[in-house]
């Protein structure tokens, strides 16, 4: 950050581009991931498994897949975590990927394997 005033700091995110935006999307590791990869985060993608560390008492502790990643809001739709609406029907609740511990990765991604295993490697 370039500031130390949050309200700037809070304009700088909202108007930041797209490449900026998708790093906003990063997760603390569960412990056995931290000591295992040797670092405290990663970015989180479609088809990890997180656990809500923060947030309401209904949706806190529960653990499910991710199904969908909004880099915009800087939001994950996780299996599981939903809210009853108006007239009872349950939808997916969105929550924030700084309130999430992820405590499975995704390596179906070859380039992301790679990139995590040469940081393994080099620390």
Same mark, same amino acid.
């Given at each position: 950050?370039?500031?130390?005033?949050?309200?700037? *700091?809070?304009? +700088?995110?909202?108007?930041?581009?797209?490449?900026?935006?998708?790093?906003?999307?990063?997760?603390?590791?569960?412990?056995?991931?931290?000591? /295992?990869?040797?670092?405290?985060?990663?970015?989180? %993608? /479609? $088809?990890?498994? %997180?656990?809500? %560390?923060? $947030?309401?008492?209904?949706?806190?502790?529960?653990? $499910?897949?991710?199904?969908?990643?909004?880099?915009?809001?800087?939001?994950?739709?996780?299996? $599981?975590?939903?809210? +009853?609406? +108006?007239?009872?029907?349950?939808?997916?609740?969105?929550?924030?990927?700084?309130?999430?511990?992820?405590?499975?990765?995704?390596?179906?991604?070859?380039?992301?394997? *790679?990139?995590?295993?040469?940081?393994?490697?080099? *620390?």
């Amino acid at each position: 950050m370039t500031s130390k005033y949050a309200s700037k *700091q809070r304009k +700088a995110l909202y108007n930041a581009p797209n490449h900026v935006r998708n790093k906003s999307v990063g997760s603390h590791l569960s412990e056995e991931l931290m000591k /295992k990869l040797g670092r405290r985060t990663v970015r989180v %993608v /479609k $088809g990890d498994t %997180v656990k809500v %560390v923060r $947030g309401d008492e209904d949706v806190l502790g529960l653990e $499910g897949k991710v199904t969908s990643v909004d880099t915009h809001n800087g939001k994950l739709i996780v299996e $599981g975590v939903t809210i +009853a609406k +108006a007239d009872g029907t349950m939808t997916e609740r969105p929550v924030h990927a700084s309130n999430v511990e992820v405590t499975k990765l995704d390596m179906k991604d070859n380039y992301r394997k *790679q990139k995590l295993q040469y940081e393994e490697g080099s *620390q």
